[in-house]
């Protein structure tokens, strides 16, 4: 497969705009001894930014295969020391790992959150048009995409993550540098249901009051939050995320609400689907306005606009039943989360 480097990513000076994997076996930036494979350089065609991936020997594109984006530090971090604290995991556990080039991480923590938030938000679509065009190469599961934050490359790892529920399914930050003002586009977004993992150094001075500055800030949000408070937290000691990331898959189930407008020319018709980690064995919707539907896609038609919160119950697994909530605006179509709620509260309160 051929693949593009970007010129302002270059660390072989023979590089040309398009390279050859023969090439690319030649240049010990892409070389890690302790895995069989090549750390591949990719270019995003988007904004033409350069992210590195590793694909474990396992890979098979029959399978749908979990993808961990890991967001690198400032200097002396960079994406490919960051993809080399992963690969070795890849390697074992079976997933797809990627480092995409960041700028916000570069910024100084001083420069306060009105030069950090632009940044931010340019490394947010760089992150996702990275997710899209592995998708198009490659076999991932919609439901098993995760990132991680270590240090400087956190915020932008948080950020993104809970502003893209219906990508990530969970987030993972280890000794995360933290400023709540970064933040503020971000709250109407946090959805409870989301897993987030901080994993810091408790008795660091600056590190540890940062990460306890983001698990406060995440607490008060009432996310489904996991806090590691810790010894020394090595950038090259990966495990507690990874464990992390397993948790989820077996324990925590990933449900999302989607609205689409009907097929009809009535601007108030919504089809409902869910998007699961699992097969739903029974569906109970609650269309906000005294209407249910058992159906698994249901199409209902509201008497006139407004605010509607959508919920939805379903069976799993041994029967235990989970509860999504929704604030829907009708007829714009968009979906906004209800925060707060547990799923045995959503349960409780909202059954009628």
């Given at each position: 497969?051929?693949?593009?480097?970007?010129?302002?990513?270059?660390?072989?000076?023979?590089?040309?705009?398009?390279?050859?994997?023969?090439?690319?076996?030649?240049?010990?930036?892409?070389?890690?001894?302790?895995?069989?494979?090549?750390?591949r350089?990719?270019?995003e065609?988007?904004?033409?930014?350069?992210?590195?991936?590793y694909?474990?020997?396992?890979?098979?594109?029959?399978?749908?295969?979990?993808?961990?984006?890991?967001?690198?530090?400032?200097?002396?971090?960079?994406?490919?020391?960051?993809?080399?604290?992963?690969?070795?995991?890849?390697?074992?556990?079976?997933?797809?790992?990627?480092?995409?080039?960041?700028?916000?991480?570069?910024?100084?923590?001083?420069?306060?959150?009105?030069?950090?938030?632009?940044?931010q938000?340019?490394?947010?679509?760089?992150?996702?048009?990275?997710?899209?065009?592995?998708?198009a190469?490659?076999?991932?599961?919609?439901?098993?995409?995760?990132?991680?934050?270590?240090?400087?490359?956190?915020?932008?790892?948080?950020?993104?993550?809970?502003?893209?529920?219906?990508?990530?399914?969970?987030?993972?930050l280890?000794?995360?540098?933290?400023?709540?003002?970064?933040?503020a586009?971000?709250e109407?977004?946090?959805?409870?249901?989301?897993?987030?993992?901080?994993?810091?150094?408790?008795?660091?001075?600056?590190?540890?009051?940062q990460?306890?500055?983001?698990?406060?800030?995440?607490?008060?949000?009432?996310?489904?939050?996991?806090?590691?408070?810790?010894?020394?937290?090595?950038?090259?000691?990966?495990?507690?995320?990874?464990?992390?990331?397993?948790?989820?898959?077996?324990?925590?189930?990933?449900?999302?609400?989607?609205?689409?407008?009907?097929?009809?020319?009535?601007?108030?018709?919504?089809?409902?689907?869910?998007?699961?980690?699992?097969?739903?064995?029974?569906?109970?919707?609650?269309?906000?306005?005294?209407?249910?539907?058992?159906?698994?896609?249901?199409?209902?038609?509201?008497?006139?606009?407004?605010?509607y919160?959508?919920?939805?119950?379903?069976?799993?697994?041994?029967?235990?039943?989970h509860?999504?909530?929704?604030?829907?605006?009708?007829?714009?179509?968009?979906?906004?989360?209800?925060?707060?709620?547990?799923?045995?509260?959503?349960?409780?309160?909202?059954?009628?």
């Open positions: 497969m051929m693949v593009t480097a970007d010129s302002g990513y270059r660390r072989c000076h023979l590089f040309t705009a398009l390279i050859s994997l023969s090439f690319v076996a030649g240049c010990s930036q892409y070389i890690d001894p302790n895995v069989p494979e090549l750390i350089p990719y270019a065609p988007e904004f033409g930014r350069e992210y590195l991936l694909r474990p020997s396992s890979y098979d594109k029959q399978d749908a295969w979990p993808l961990i984006v890991v967001c690198a530090g400032a200097f002396p971090d960079s994406p490919n020391q960051r993809i080399r604290a992963w690969t070795q995991h890849a390697e074992k556990s079976g997933f797809l790992v990627a480092a995409p080039t960041l700028e916000g991480n570069r910024a100084s923590w001083l420069s306060g959150a009105a030069k950090q938030i632009p940044q938000r340019e490394d947010e679509k760089r992150i996702l048009s990275t997710i899209r065009h592995i998708r190469g490659h076999n991932v599961s919609n439901d098993r995409i995760f990132i991680h934050g270590w240090s400087g490359g956190a915020p932008v790892a948080l950020r993104t993550g809970l502003r893209h529920p219906d990508v990530f399914r969970a987030v993972a280890s000794q995360p540098r933290f400023d709540e003002a970064c933040l586009d971000t109407a977004l946090v959805d409870r249901n989301q897993p987030v993992f901080v994993h810091y150094d408790v008795s660091d001075v600056i590190t540890g009051k990460g306890r500055g983001c698990v406060e800030w995440l607490r008060s949000r009432v996310v489904n939050l996991v806090d590691s408070p810790f010894g020394t937290v090595r950038p090259d000691e990966m495990q507690p995320a990874v464990e992390f990331f397993e948790h989820v898959v077996r324990k925590v189930p990933w449900i999302r609400i989607r609205a689409i407008p009907g097929e009809s020319d009535n601007p108030l018709e919504v089809r409902f689907k869910l998007r699961c980690s699992f097969g739903p064995t029974r569906y109970r919707w609650d269309f906000g306005d005294g209407e249910f539907s058992s159906e698994a896609e249901p199409v209902h038609s509201y008497a006139e606009p407004g605010n919160v959508v919920s939805v119950s379903i069976d799993g697994s041994g029967g235990r039943e509860t999504r909530s929704v604030l829907l605006s009708v007829p714009e179509g968009v979906l906004t989360n209800v925060a707060g709620l547990s799923d045995a509260e959503q349960s409780n309160s909202e059954r009628p």
